[in-house]
Structures are given as structure tokens and as C-alpha cells.
């Protein structure tokens, strides 16, 4: 789970939004008190920080969900052609 999206908060919040977050998120009761305390430390660790910057850079949920309203049945396929350059001279 991304700890920004339990927590409410934009990757560049501070330790002190962090904090204040977690308050909050205590209090609304929508995750359980392990994920937000599993959240906070996550986010106060700089490392792991990193590497949720790094993981959940783009999030591509919205976009899927706008992809599926504009065309819920149709698939769209792709012809993948062989390309000759990359055949062999004989």
C-alpha cells in the first residue's frame, strides 16, 4: 500500500505534516493503526522514502479508469509488423 495515500499527504510533506497526518488518519479510522504507524515510519525513514518516491512516482490508476470510460468494450490491438532490416543478408 502507498504510504501517501494512507496518510493523505503530498510526497513533499515534511516530518511535521507527516506527524499531523498521522493524527488525522488516527483519528478518521479508514486503515487499520498498524498501516498508518507502518506508514509514518516508512515516510520518517529516508531511505525507504526514497524508494517509495522512486516506486510510486506516477500513480496510473486515474488514468486507467478515464481509459476504461471513454472505451469500456473495445480493446484496441496492435499489429506488430516483422521488420526486414534486421534480417540477415544471405
Known amino acids: 500500500?502507498?504510504?501517501y495515500q494512507i496518510l493523505n499527504i503530498d510526497y513533499?510533506?515534511?516530518k511535521r505534516?507527516?506527524?499531523e497526518a498521522v493524527a488525522l488518519?488516527?483519528?478518521e479510522r479508514k486503515f487499520s493503526v498498524q498501516e498508518v504507524a507502518?506508514?509514518?515510519k516508512e515516510l520518517l525513514n529516508p531511505i525507504?522514502?526514497?524508494a517509495h518516491n522512486f516506486l510510486q512516482f506516477i500513480d496510473v490508476?486515474?488514468?486507467q479508469k478515464r481509459l476504461t470510460l471513454i472505451r469500456p468494450q473495445k480493446q484496441i490491438i496492435f499489429d506488430l509488423n516483422r521488420?526486414?532490416?534486421f534480417d540477415e543478408n544471405p
Do not use: C, G, H, T
Request: charged share 25%; no cysteine; aromatic share 0%.
Open 12 to 14: 513533499r510533506a515534511d
Open 38 to 40: 507502518m506508514a509514518q
Open 25 to 27: 488518519a488516527m483519528r
Open 48 to 50: 525507504v522514502r526514497a
Open 83 to 85: 521488420l526486414s532490416i
Open 61 to 63: 490508476k486515474p488514468l
Open 1 to 3: 500500500m502507498n504510504p
Open 17 to 19: 505534516k507527516i506527524i
